[in-house]
């Protein structure tokens, strides 16, 4: 079927009134929709509307309340912040903690913020992009659920466990990039059994630790592979150990193990650090940032989020465009007509 457009704020109150329909007050339907509408906008499928699916599951079964407003706790005179998401998914808490850490970094020069306690629904350019768009550098990290198994290893011990990096360039267009420590996102795999399409060579195993081009059976008892081999595993071990050890919270084995095979959002926390350009008193990092990025430019190399600045672009001035399949399904969702998987 073909494609509907939708301006950003149509998709927006579309979507929100989804969630609102399945269980989430004004607050919680708003942030999420934002964190998916920015993703279609971008046509970063694997993390827009696809994921309405498993958040309204997650409120059906009682994981997520819907309701709960975000616990902050900001001292003054430390250039941390720590927000108790009290279960809920993380992006009211992170629309209302990234003021408080853009200001801490001001201040101190490099500032953290902690959200424990959270479920996970998102990629993390929205947050350090925002972040990036005041003026300020910024690293993300989360755990989730066990998908990969570390390189060499035959089981599931870490999360996908993806890590976002931004910078400011003095323009609309910070440099951003957004990955998986796992040789893919998850959702992709997940969008590949769906569309009953075969994977590519290295990027999962089996029950049995075989490698397998099987979308089912890399998701079903088998295991992602963490990108690179071994050093995608060890940055994947450094994200645990910051992500949760580090702030309190659980690493992604123990977040499925609270699963319970459920299939449910992951349980777990979220860091997000904020740096100040200007801090050790490069007054020129605008320039030098420049330069760096022309001569990649200049050699005919892509920059991480070139994709998703076209895409939104394009979203600009053509709308947003949805399957008339999903916006169907989308329509009878707003009704109350929950029971619905989009692709």
Not at 3 to 22: K, P, S
Request: charged fraction near 20%.
């Amino acid at each position: 079927m073909t494609d509907t457009y939708l301006t950003y704020d149509e998709l927006h109150t579309l979507l929100a009134g989804v969630l609102q329909a399945g269980g989430y007050n004004a607050a919680h339907a708003a942030a999420i929709a934002h964190t998916m509408s920015k993703a279609e906008r971008d046509q970063c499928r694997s993390h827009g509307i696809y994921r309405l699916a498993g958040v309204l599951k997650s409120r059906h079964a009682g994981l997520a309340d819907g309701n709960n407003a975000p616990v902050i706790h900001d001292p003054a005179d430390k250039p941390i912040t720590k927000i108790d998401a009290c279960g809920e998914f993380a992006p009211l808490a992170s629309e209302q903690g990234l003021p408080l850490l853009a200001a801490k970094a001001r201040r101190y020069g490099i500032a953290a913020l902690a959200i424990n306690n959270c479920l996970h629904l998102a990629a993390l350019w929205p947050e350090v992009e925002a972040l990036a768009n005041q003026g300020l550098g910024a690293l993300a990290m989360c755990p989730s659920n066990a998908y990969v198994a570390p390189a060499g290893g035959i089981r599931k011990l870490f999360g996908t466990n993806p890590l976002a990096f931004a910078w400011p360039t003095g323009d609309s267009r910070p440099y951003v990039f957004d990955f998986a420590t796992s040789v893919i996102a998850r959702g992709e795999i997940e969008l590949y059994r769906l569309d009953n399409k075969p994977l590519p060579d290295g990027w999962g195993i089996d029950r049995d630790g075989q490698p397998s081009n099987d979308a089912a059976a890399v998701l079903d008892g088998g295991a992602l592979l963490p990108f690179g081999g071994y050093k995608g595993s060890a940055i994947a071990t450094m994200i645990e150990l910051l992500a949760a050890v580090w702030i309190g919270d659980l690493l992604s084995s123990e977040s499925s193990e609270a699963d319970g095979g459920r299939g449910l959002a992951p349980r777990h926390g979220e860091l997000i650090i904020a740096i100040d350009p200007t801090a050790f008193g490069a007054a020129d990092h605008e320039i030098h940032t420049r330069v760096l990025l022309d001569a990649i430019r200049d050699q005919g190399a892509r920059l991480p989020s070139q994709r998703r600045y076209a895409a939104r672009a394009a979203a600009a001035t053509q709308g947003i465009p949805i399957s008339a399949d999903n916006l169907a399904k989308l329509r009878r969702m707003e009704k109350g007509e929950l029971d619905i998987e989009l692709h």
